[in-house]
């Protein structure tokens, strides 16, 4: 009796560590570019509808798409790949961010923390998507945005050849994967360095103005909430500012046209400035300027 007991009592107790080994096995983190990495035929969410490309886009999303995407770098919410010509970037949501660590978050319990955790990244999946959808809705020119597929959609788009970074080729059905088409722009920084290494102090000065435009433009359309980093979150485009990650963007209806941005201006261009004094203070009077104008009466 006892001895049965006790086979009794192992037996479930290796149904237990068996059950966690897969547990740990099927939910291990993999934070290498796989087809099962990213997100695809996720829950449709009508917020996140941007409605079908019309037949202009269409033409030029095939033009885009009948070139190869080669892995170019990766943020924390996605996959970047760049296109063959270097003029296009596209991000692939990371679905490992989004998901669960054990099967045990889908039991909501309250002291249950995976299911605590899982819907705080459900929660944090949301907010990304609306942030982009937002963009893409009002300034997607600002942005450089081409295109946004966040809901599968039933439309023949493409199929696209990407390529990783040791080579392996991938052929990804774009109609059921979430993705960001952005033209590719250049960092502030180096931008600016370039055109002063060639004397080219005048088009620095432009881009200067331009970032401080932009600024302004996103404090009186009442962006907010919107990761405001200079150096790696703005970029170029033929030498305009534009803000290039939009993962966090919101537009707050009561900020609109109110001067309190002005005020946080200063403290979004300060790192800028500061880069600006330690490499090129020939172009502080115009920063100085650009700042006055900018936040003042």
Same mark, same amino acid.
């Given at each position: 009796?006892?001895?049965?007991?006790?086979?009794?009592?192992?037996?479930?107790?290796?149904?237990?560590?068996?059950?966690?080994?897969?547990?740990?096995?099927?939910?291990?983190?993999?934070?290498?570019?796989?087809?099962?990495?990213?997100?695809?035929?996720?829950?449709?969410?009508?917020?996140?509808?941007?409605?079908?490309?019309?037949?202009?886009?269409?033409?030029?999303?095939?033009?885009? $798409?009948?070139?190869?995407?080669?892995?170019? +770098?990766?943020?924390?919410?996605?996959?970047?790949?760049?296109?063959?010509?270097?003029?296009?970037?596209?991000?692939?949501?990371?679905?490992?961010?989004?998901?669960?660590? +054990? $099967?045990?978050?889908?039991?909501?319990?309250?002291?249950? +923390?995976?299911?605590?955790?899982?819907?705080?990244?459900?929660?944090?999946?949301?907010?990304? $998507?609306?942030?982009?959808?937002?963009?893409?809705?009002?300034?997607?020119?600002?942005?450089?945005?081409?295109?946004?597929?966040?809901?599968?959609?039933?439309?023949?788009?493409?199929?696209?050849?990407?390529?990783?970074?040791?080579?392996?080729?991938?052929?990804?059905?774009?109609?059921?994967?979430?993705?960001?088409?952005?033209?590719?722009?250049?960092?502030?920084?180096?931008?600016?360095?370039?055109?002063?290494?060639?004397?080219?102090?005048?088009?620095?000065?432009?881009?200067?103005?331009?970032?401080?435009?932009?600024?302004?433009?996103?404090?009186?359309?009442?962006?907010?909430?919107?990761?405001?980093?200079?150096?790696?979150?703005?970029?170029?485009?033929?030498?305009?500012?534009?803000?290039?990650?939009?993962?966090?963007?919101?537009?707050?209806?009561?900020?609109?046209?109110?001067?309190?941005?002005?005020?946080?201006?200063?403290?979004? +261009?300060?790192?800028?400035?500061?880069?600006?004094?330690?490499?090129?203070?020939?172009?502080?009077?115009?920063?100085?300027?650009?700042?006055?104008?900018?936040?003042?009466?």
């Amino acid at each position: 009796m006892l001895k049965k007991k006790f086979t009794l009592i192992a037996g479930i107790l290796c149904v237990i560590l068996l059950g966690f080994a897969a547990d740990r096995r099927l939910h291990k983190k993999d934070v290498h570019f796989a087809l099962d990495n990213i997100i695809v035929d996720h829950p449709y969410s009508a917020s996140w509808d941007i409605g079908p490309p019309t037949p202009i886009e269409e033409k030029k999303l095939q033009k885009i $798409f009948s070139q190869k995407f080669t892995y170019f +770098s990766k943020g924390s919410q996605s996959y970047v790949f760049i296109s063959d010509d270097q003029k296009y970037i596209l991000k692939l949501f990371k679905r490992y961010v989004y998901q669960p660590k +054990s $099967f045990l978050a889908y039991l909501p319990f309250p002291s249950n +923390s995976y299911y605590k955790e899982h819907q705080a990244k459900l929660q944090k999946k949301i907010s990304a $998507f609306n942030a982009c959808a937002t963009a893409y809705r009002e300034i997607k020119d600002r942005c450089g945005l081409v295109y946004l597929h966040l809901n599968p959609s039933p439309l023949p788009l493409h199929k696209l050849q990407v390529i990783d970074k040791r080579g392996k080729e991938y052929l990804l059905d774009l109609g059921k994967t979430s993705f960001q088409l952005q033209r590719k722009a250049e960092l502030i920084y180096p931008r600016i360095d370039a055109l002063m290494q060639q004397g080219e102090k005048e088009r620095a000065e432009a881009i200067i103005s331009s970032v401080f435009n932009i600024l302004d433009e996103f404090g009186k359309r009442g962006i907010c909430e919107n990761d405001p980093i200079l150096r790696k979150n703005f970029g170029l485009i033929d030498d305009e500012a534009i803000q290039i990650d939009v993962g966090k963007m919101k537009i707050n209806e009561e900020r609109k046209h109110n001067l309190v941005y002005k005020q946080e201006i200063e403290g979004i +261009s300060l790192r800028f400035k500061q880069w600006l004094t330690q490499n090129y203070p020939e172009l502080l009077p115009h920063f100085e300027k650009k700042l006055q104008e900018t936040t003042g009466p």
